[in-house]
């Protein structure tokens, strides 16, 4: 037996290369453009040459895509103003073309050494996402590391039409720690690993509806989800709407005052918890009852 | 300056009409009158902090105005601290209530309803991000706190002093706090002062509001966010290629 | 009159047992009373042994002797392998020591290095694990060791379980020398699963109100393991473990050989070793050992201690492991530490320090932290006379001369040339050498192991094999030439490390078939803890802290 | 942060195909890009600009830089690296990696 790529392990320009059909990957601003931070240079902190988002235009099945891939280790993957405005970019050029857009996320949010404009480039990115969305153009977001998609980025995921997700991926909003400081470590222990990750993991995302898929952590089982998702877009109608609210209202009165995520999984349908915990992505969703 | 009452706040944006706004646990819903129209008003106040349950109540207030008022603008009052930071929140999963109630303002938007967002009082992070800055144009009283966070905030996260974040704001106003820098960025379209008719303001910013997005063209043009725009302009001309 | 003398140590005893009265119920010790009673068994001037091992804590009792008063308790001479526990330090700050003989200060080095600075430390030696065990039957044998056990039962009968550790080798020499025996256990009993201590030489047993402290210490995530330290394992797979028939060995607990663990059932195998290399291990239960015995690579493991976590798969496995009649696992430091001396072929570990002699070590002047197990298996036994393959061949290549032993013990030292945060692995002296601390240990540099003893350095760079050196100059080119762009590789001169290289005693990666660019985290046998668990079939429950799931 | 540049000798690269640039690494702590460029003069020599968040290092990157322009043929190409605290191992990788990736194409 071998060992494989684990996609969360891969860099931001590896999950592209691996995710995409071979050598059709063309970048677009690429790093001799050297459009690099005046923010961070100004504040000392070094830059990166695609200031922590690669974006391109390639093929996956022989279907024009554009796609994005955040690189999470370059502060957090955190949005700047350059960072964004690639990101509108993108998703503009997708509604312009519609081309299908794949966004790889690994993101902290909003770059916080870029004050107030990594911020409004999230806001904007959401409006072309929606351009997308009425032209019918399917925006889909990979969610596959610990960094995950958190702040304002974690919103942002959940305007795409679809979220391709696996274990090891997190969604949500505030972190565990700056929890942990506000509510109390009785509360949130943020070292809690376990914790942390039946709280925004993969698995309970799934479980609760907000990823469409939980898959193996490679790039060939991100493939064929996002390959599945490429055809399909999500309307927003009245009805659809509609229906949401009330399966958000639903949720919360069910879920509202549950503290123990294990209970969550087990009113979802998981029977063994413990097996569950241990199961890989798709075995998980083989085991539970898929919620609504 | 004595920070206004919620309600004296609504009367000076919508004179004797804001009796048609209720408020809830600091969420606000209702229907009230500006320039003369029947507006949807929808918004936080006391600087709460939005929960799961308050993305819900102010999304099905736009679902009620889609349905039963078709195409009255919809005015979003903005004074939130950010959203809840709790652990129960965030498993139910928080960013998917605020992306359902973006949903819906998109949904609104598509259908003719014009969005204006009036930041009244604390407009910061998620509670800004998932529904005020989504408008077709955005406001802010001059009293109010717009933008990503005080310096003295962004130095104990980012370890930088506040002395270097002090004096590197006053060439790159994005790191400065408040409504007048985050105009310069583009972020807001107007700052309106004390002294102004917010109302006979707030009219004329429902009238001539569009939806196209312009926040980066007058960023740009303020001086205050040089780059964004023309980053995006070369990624839509390198990907017309 | 000389026969009273001879009995003088026993008379002592027995009034020392006397003035215990109703502290104890027979052997057994209430936990409030226990302060009180260790004031009545131990006198001034005792050598004192109190159980700190590598991994279990007689915690209780030395939290316990650590509420007592100078006037209570004062020139002792404490003699304990680790120095653990901040009750530990509690005894130095107190001044109640004389003197101290020990082995390791892991937790403790920053702490012990304030000591030291402050003149509150006053040390006999720093010792290796057989050395301080030996001491105990000559002259440092205890008149009292409080010592920590799993289970008791009403006879005073112990039951160590996984973690026997230093326990046997500390109880023996007291219990034969009318020394007083005090051991705390997590629960009494009315059977034990088996009797690893008779209560025979068992004085006096406490329950504690906590269970003693473990530290989980051999448990490395795979998922810290960098393509580093992945191209290093190849390298040393091919150039040391391949080329000389490694078959009996140990491993230190870094996550260099920790990668080359979990290489064993991928890259090894593709290379054919499985079978000829790495069947007979003394290490401890180390969870990233699993991929490897579950591929049928391992033979026998015995242990010094246990690991938290590896309980159940250790019993399952007993056909690799050493289990008691119960079923259970078991270990042993001192006979482990005599294995690992003198029975196996190779030695390998890293070090935060080597200087240009080959020497190695982790102290420095803010943290004396001593030895753990290395040196007593880092070190070339001479009393060995067992042939084996590798031994053979080391010896050969060492050229002996007529006064030497033909075969040599492979000690190889695998490290990266820098540290974390750019701080060099290799440097012209050692801190250790640093004045004040060999005054405070009467002249003696804190060596973990010898440049002599060396056989192997590896680095990224390649590595070099000190044992063919043919004079002092000799080998230090070949430490420069794998030091890499450290201040002590910048010196070496291209003509010298090329003609090293001709001569195989330097070898780059490519000499010994590994191409860098193959080094990948991918090779590994899984990337993480959760990984360990699936190839384990659920059978090891790792620490809370490695759990994401 | 400390900058500095150098240029190396190196024999010509040896293909004019392939890619016209290549990057390996990513700028995160303990590691560093690196970009190399083609069409740099003179053509022998390797042309160096590095940018690091660790002042005072400078002997030790000269050395890893000269060492790779001695072993490979670099020269013509221009060699951009930010580096935030990576090892000098870390630094001939992914040199290697960026340097395979423009005269061999992908992987």
Redesign the interface.
Known sequence: MTGTSLFHEQTARQRIAALVDPRSFAEMLPPPERLTSPYLAQLGIPVSFDDGVVIGKAKLGGKEIYIAAQVGQFVGGAVGEIHGAKLTGLFKAAARDQVPCVLIIESGGVRLHEGSAGEIAIAETMRAIFECRAKKVPTIAVIATDIGAYGGIGILSTCCDFRVMTEHGRLGISGPIVIEKWMGKKAYDSANRALVWKTSGGKTKYLLGDADALVHDSADAIRDAVAKLLGKSSAITLTSVKTRQKELEKRLKRFGDTADPDAVWKAMGVRDIAGASLASGPEFAAMAKRGK | MKKPSARALFARLFGSSAKGISVEKSVLTGYAAAGGTKVCVIGTCDGTYIDNAAALRLAAHVIDCIEHHPKAPIVMLVDSAGQEPNRVAEMLGLASYFGHLLSCLELARRKGHKLITVATGQAVGGAFLCYGMFADRIYALDSASVGLMPVEAMSAVTKIPVAVLRKLSKTMPSLEFGAKPFALLGGVEEVWAAKDDVQAKLAKAIATASTEDNRAELGRKRGGRKLALDIRKKVLAASAR | MTTAKTALRRLNKAQRLERVGKLARGKFVSPDNVPQLLKRIIEPGDILCLEGDNQKQADFLANQLATLDKKDLHDIHLVMSCITLPAHIELFKKGMIRQVDFCYAGPQGTAVADLVKAKKFPVGAIHTYNELYARYYIDLTPRVALIAAAQADRKGNLFLAANTEDTPAIVEPTAFSDGIVFAQVNEIVDKLPRIDIPADQVDFVVEAPYPMHLQALFTRDPAAIT??QVLMAMVALRGIYEKYEVQSLNHGVGFNTAAIELLL??YG??LGLKGKICKYWMVNPLPTMIPAIE?GWVESVFAVGGEVGMERYTAARSDVFFTGRDGSFHSNRAMGQLAGHYAIDMFIGASLQIDINGNSSTVSKNRITGFGGAPNMGCQPTGRRHPTKAWLKAGAEANPGPGSPPGRKLVVQMV???Q???VPTFVEELDAAEPSIRKALHGVTPVMIYGDDVTHIVT??GIANLAACRSIAERQAAIRAVA???PVG?KRKKRETEELRRRGIVQMPEDVGVR??EA????????DI?GL??WSN?LYDPP?????? | MEKFAKAFPSKPLKTTAGKPWALAGVVGSGNLEVLVERGSRPSDAMDCHVETSIPGYKASWLAALADFAHHYPAGGTKVTINDQGAPPVLVTLRLRQAYDHLTKGEK
């Open positions: 393509d580093v059932p991928t195998e593709r591929s990266e040339t820098f974390a945060g750019r990224e760079e890499g762009y450290t910048l860098p660019s990948s985290r991918s090779l590994l046998a899984t990337q959760k668990v699936r659920g809370s802290q490695f759990v994401d799931w």
